[in-house]
């Protein structure tokens, strides 16, 4: 693995093996920004996907983590922070969103003594304890920011980014390459520490796992979830990473994006790639097309129909692939 993470969070990643997949072909930067960057297209279409989850949930019941995975990068992409000890709190309350009434009195009492006559309504997990945004009888927003101790740090009208208390989950080498990334910014605009960072992992796997349902769904509604093209083809993108271990760039995205989906054909083969393949494995249908980061891996049927799979490096040369 690249030192693209701390040391400390590389080795919190090893050690969980719900967030091994990203471990599982060589992740770059580059890579990582992508993910981050599917995420943030995601929240932009949040509300239209989430809505259909809401109003069709009697058909998903088999894919419920998945659908609460997706309300939980939601709730990371806005700025909510939690690890996976909170995610399976909420979880089993079987709603991920925090309300202002979800939090002790203390810290409720507190927002109120600090703010007056500001109708509290939701909340956030945040590192240095909650964020909590209402608005005033006129309708001006308000927030109010309080220690799990009941200590308010401030309350007023502005939205403030939060200090980071926890050890970070990103060098700053990454975090200056997430900076450059508008939709990948949500990351870094509220640090992720280490355990932050591994929940967002572990809920892409999540809803990874459980999502072949929930995706076919979302295909058979295409014309009703047409304003949230872009964001299903990130979503799709994303479960390509996780299982089937691709690994691309943030232009490469947007080439999918462009197609309207999330996972490669024989035909979006550079040319040079796709002849090869040709010469090499005359009368072969490729069905299957995987970007590894420089690489390709193709999947398909001879004419005999027997398996063929390869791996097509950057430098030209094809191999069988043996890693799947």
Not at 5 to 34: A, G, I, M
Not at 139 to 152: C, D, F, H, N
Not at 258 to 275: E, I, N, Y
Request: net charge negative; hydrophobic share 40%.
């Amino acid at each position: 693995m690249p030192a693209i993470f701390t040391p400390e969070l590389e080795s919190e990643l090893r050690l969980n093996k719900y967030v091994r997949w990203v471990f599982l072909q060589e992740t770059s930067d580059s890579h990582l920004v992508c993910m981050l960057r599917c995420i943030g297209e995601f929240e932009e279409s949040q509300e239209a996907i989430l809505g259909f989850l809401v109003r069709n949930y009697e058909n998903f019941r088999g894919s419920r983590l998945s659908c609460l995975a997706l309300e939980g990068l939601h709730c990371m992409a806005r700025g909510d922070r939690f690890n996976q000890e909170e995610w399976a709190r909420r979880t089993h309350s079987g709603r991920i969103g925090l309300a202002a009434s979800d939090l002790p009195a203390a810290i409720q009492q507190a927002a109120d003594a600090a703010y007056p006559g500001i109708s509290w309504d939701w909340a956030m997990s945040i590192d240095e304890g909650h964020e909590i945004g209402g608005s005033d009888p006129a309708g001006k927003r308000a927030y109010a920011y309080v220690t799990p101790e009941g200590r308010v740090i401030y309350a007023g009208p502005d939205r403030k980014r939060g200090e980071m208390l926890n050890p970070p989950g990103f060098s700053q080498e990454l975090v200056a390459a997430i900076s450059k990334e508008p939709l990948a910014r949500w990351s870094v605009a509220r640090p992720l520490s280490m355990e932050n960072f591994i929940c967002v992992l572990f809920l892409i796997g999540e809803f990874e796992a459980r999502s072949h349902e929930l995706r076919n769904h979302f295909a058979a509604r295409k014309t009703e979830l047409s304003e949230a093209e872009r964001s299903l083809v990130a979503l799709e993108a994303l479960c390509q990473m996780v299982r089937f271990r691709e690994r691309f760039d943030v232009v490469e995205l947007e080439q999918r994006m462009s197609r309207g989906r999330g996972h490669l054909t024989a035909d979006d083969l550079p040319l040079p790639v796709r002849k090869r393949l040709q010469d090499h494995y005359p009368g072969v249908a490729w069905e299957w097309i995987w970007k590894k980061g420089d690489d390709y891996e193709a999947l398909g049927k001879d004419q005999k129909g027997q398996t063929v799979d390869v791996l097509h490096s950057r430098s030209g040369s094809i191999r069988p692939y043996y890693d799947r």
